[in-house]
């Protein structure tokens, strides 16, 4: 179309609008409010949670979009507005409410956005939602101008000018339908299928084994749900693929198209179809910079300040097609008040990619000044120094991505057998960060593949005749001319500060092991529980064993019992590694025969000083902290009562094993069974209720990987020393890290 004189007004209309509370949205709900007096405007509004739509509505007047239109009418015209223009539809596009009889525009921007949402999900959003949409208009009797907004990417990877027209393709989008409702049922089937569950068991023996058998059968249903997600994203990924689309997003986006055309358009109602580029911070209205979180270009903006994206896969003189929302806004508020008079559906790309484009190659221009003017700081080099890209190809980049990974995951692997010591945890922990980082590359190759490798315009004339048409007084304030944008100012004064705002606050956050422990609070219903080796004291029970043994024995038969461990020390090892209760168990066998006074009176003896020479003076210090406070102090160990005797006065409760006996001598077998992983977990939680204490504020500190599962009942976990997958684990959850030593001397006898 090629109007000549357009309206830029909506006057009395009543107006429904999809999508209210999301970036688009809001920017539209803002614009009805403060520039078009006149309209009533009903929202489709979800529950969420126990939040109903009303409070939805009044939590969503509060955001940033609506505070000048607040401040310049006033809380009480706000007040007006909301009893008066605005009514709350509650419902959701999976299960489209009645609407009412009179409505003369309808604006539909709900929609998933996620690229790679699972099928059904996908599909029922955003195919299923417009026919809930159109069952629901035409079922009310109302006749509205529909605004359909959709997406300029709408028609997949090609190369040229795209038109603003009906999309060309002969799929049956209703077959797609319902093979896409009924993905989730086949894949649960094949999810619980027993070769598929025995590969989930396995893998996660591998990981949790030394927690305990609910971990790992926790960890294996977890990894069944998530096989099922991914394999749902993969099913909408390659069907899309497979119809030429980029991704199952455009091609349910695409769907949507078709059933605004068939179900309105083709009813014989007014059907406009809008299509947005890439939609970014707003140049002007409701001020400029003004965005709702992170959008499409923002990750790729801030991987690069962050310096993390040595090189880049697109073309350097590909557009990135990005568009301002208030322009978005602008136009789609324009069409709405122009519907097609006696025509077919009408087609607007909202878009600057053919008007004012910006390659690739002028955007990284802007990013490199931007960021070398304002460096994003360093954890600890002072600033980041952003890359200079030279646009190998996406096939260079790709291989050298993968040779990456590859070394990345290499060295993980030999790291990761070496043992835990606090220069391992370092290395390890840059390795994660790298390969953070590298997962984030390998997402941007994928993302913008399909917005970077390609050479596709859109065509705008339909756009920009819409806009010269509308009156000057319209034009200036409410206008969408892209030509005028300049992206120079655009990018430097406006949207990327707006973005790298919210991110500095974050950027130099302190390695868990650097933040300052907060005072502790004084309360009686705080637990403090402290594992005992490699937490409190820096020996084992093997060496504890040696400890006692080397007391007890003649020198000359001290060598033979040496060898004895040694040759036993790789069965131990391998029992240690599967499950550290059964490595007990066949540890503590060792002790049988021995005289249960002779190994108290060892205990008393030398063995007491030695393993107070072993204690750790930050566990002391931090026991101490916690009985200042008033907290109860409990030493928790998997091994006998007996060896632990020395450190029991450190404490409020020493909780223990027991050694069976016969005739005052040892057996070797456990009173019970010994209390780690799961066993002290159940333990921990039967405790707190019986002493009446808060787990939910209280402290937990342990070592390895076993003790992941009662440390994440506690609000307060920390990992002293952590052995490599506790280490992985505390940081991936952000816990507290400490590396605790033995001082010179250890502490003293009191
Ligand atoms: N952002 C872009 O760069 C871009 C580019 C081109 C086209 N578009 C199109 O512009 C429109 C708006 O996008 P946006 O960026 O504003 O997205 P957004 O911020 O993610 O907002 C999505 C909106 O849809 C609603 N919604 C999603 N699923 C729903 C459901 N099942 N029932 C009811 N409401 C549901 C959300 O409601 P809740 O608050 O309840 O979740 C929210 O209001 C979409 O049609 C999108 O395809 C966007």
């Given amino acids: 179309m090629s109007p000549e004189a357009a309206s830029g007004d909506l006057g009395q209309a009543h107006v429904f609008l999809t999508g209210g509370t999301g970036f688009v949205g809001q920017a539209i709900l803002e614009r009805l409010l403060s520039s078009h007096p006149g309209t009533t405007i009903s929202l489709l509004v979800r529950v969420k949670g126990s939040t109903t739509g009303q409070d939805r509505l009044r939590n969503l007047l509060r955001k940033p979009v609506f505070a000048q239109w607040r401040e310049r009418v006033g809380d009480e015209e706000v007040e007006r507005s909301v009893r008066e223009r605005l009514r709350v539809i509650e419902g959701s596009l999976s299960n489209f409410p009645a609407l009412p009889g009179d409505l003369d525009v309808v604006i539909h921007s709900a929609s998933t956005v996620s690229f790679d ?13 417009a026919l809930g949409l159109y069952g629901a208009l035409a079922a009310s009797g109302s006749d509205p101008h529909v605004v359909h907004v959709s997406t300029a990417y709408v028609g997949g990877i090609r190369k040229g000018i795209v038109p603003e027209a009906r999309l060309v393709h002969d799929v049956d989008w209703r077959a ?5 409702k009924g993905a989730r049922d086949r894949v649960q089937m094949n999810s619980r299928q027993p070769e598929v569950l025995r590969g989930f068991i396995n893998d996660a023996r591998a990981v949790h084994g030394k927690e305990g058998p609910q971990a790992v059968a926790k960890a294996a249903e977890a990894a069944r749900v998530e096989w099922v997600q991914a394999r749902l994203v993969d099913y909408g990924r390659t069907r899309a693929e497979s119809l030429g689309w980029t991704d199952v997003y455009t091609l349910t986006k695409a769907f949507a198209e078709r059933v605004a055309e068939e179900l309105w358009d083709g009813t014989g109602h007014r059907l406009s179809v809008v299509r947005p580029a890439i939609i970014e911070s707003a140049l002007t ?10 959008k499409v270009a923002d990750p790729l903006i801030l991987a690069y300040g962050r310096g993390i994206l040595p090189e880049f896969p697109g073309l350097p003189d590909s557009v990135l097609d990005v568009i301002p929302v208030d322009f978005v806004v602008n136009a789609i508020l324009a069409v709405a008040a122009n519907p097609p008079v006696d025509a077919p559906p009408q087609y607007f790309h909202i878009s600057s990619g053919a008007s004012n484009p910006l390659p690739i190659h002028r955007m990284l221009q802007n990013m490199n000044e931007f960021f070398t003017a304002n460096p994003m700081p360093h954890e600890s080099e002072g600033h980041i120094r952003v890359p200079t890209w030279k646009f190998p190809g996406g096939l260079k980049v790709e291989r050298a991505l993968r040779t990456q990974e590859k070394a990345n995951r290499l060295h993980e692997k030999v790291l990761g057998s070496l043992p835990s010591t606090e220069r391992t945890r370092t290395r390890m922990a840059k390795l994660h960060r790298r390969r953070g980082d590298l997962e984030s590359l390998r997402n941007f190759s994928e993302l913008y593949r399909a917005y970077v490798q390609t050479e596709i315009i859109f065509d705008d004339r339909n756009t920009k005749a819409l806009h010269h048409a509308l009156p000057a007084d319209v034009q200036a304030d409410r206008g969408f001319d892209v030509s005028a944008i300049n992206w120079e100012d655009y990018l430097g004064r406006v949207h990327f500060p707006a973005i790298t705002t919210l991110t500095r606050a974050f950027a130099v956050r302190k390695p868990a092991t650097e933040r300052k422990a907060r005072a502790l609070p004084e309360s009686s219903d705080i637990l403090a529980v402290f594992d005992l080796e490699g937490t409190v004291v820096d020996s084992n029970i093997v060496e504890q064993y040696l400890w006692v043994r080397s007391a007890g024995l003649r020198k000359a038969a ?16 391998s029992a240690e590694q599967r499950d550290r209760g059964e490595f007990i168990r066949v540890f503590l066998r060792r002790y049988s025969g021995m005289r249960v006074a002779r190994l108290e009176s060892v205990v008393a003896g030398g063995y007491h000083e030695t393993l107070l020479k072993h204690t750790m003076p930050e566990a002391i210090k931090r026991i101490q902290e ?6 109860r102090t409990v030493l928790v160990t998997g091994s006998i009562g007996a060896l632990v005797e020395p450190l029991a ?12 006996e016969r005739d005052g001598v040892l057996t070797g077998f456990l009173a019970q069974p010994p209390l780690v992983d799961e066993a002290r977990a159940a333990w921990l939680l039967r405790y707190a209720e019986t002493h009446s204490l808060d787990l939910s504020k209280s402290y937990g500190y342990g070592d ?14 920390t990992a002293v020393n952590p052995d490599t997958k506790l280490s992985r684990e505390a940081q991936r959850r952000r ?12 502490i003293r006898r009191r």
Wanted: glycine share 12%; no cysteine.
């Fill in 285 to 294: 209205h409701p001020f400029p910079g003004w965005i709702d979180g992170f």
């Fill in 735 to 746: 816990w507290s890290i400490h590396n605790w030593k033995r001082g010179p001397h250890g």
């Fill in 704 to 717: 390895s990987h076993a003790d992941l599962v009662w440390l994440e009942l506690l609000g307060h976990p």
């Fill in 626 to 631: 916690h009985r200042d406070a008033g907290h």
């Fill in 176 to 180: 797609e339908y319902e093979a896409a």
């Fill in 649 to 660: 006065e450190l404490f409020d409760e020493v909780i223990a094993g027991s050694m069976h």
């Fill in 117 to 129: 949402p699972p099928i059904d999900q996908a599909f029922d959003t955003n195919v299923g939602g």
């Fill in 558 to 573: 001290w060598p033979g019992e040496v060898a004895s461990l040694l040759a036993s020390l790789p069965g131990y090892l």
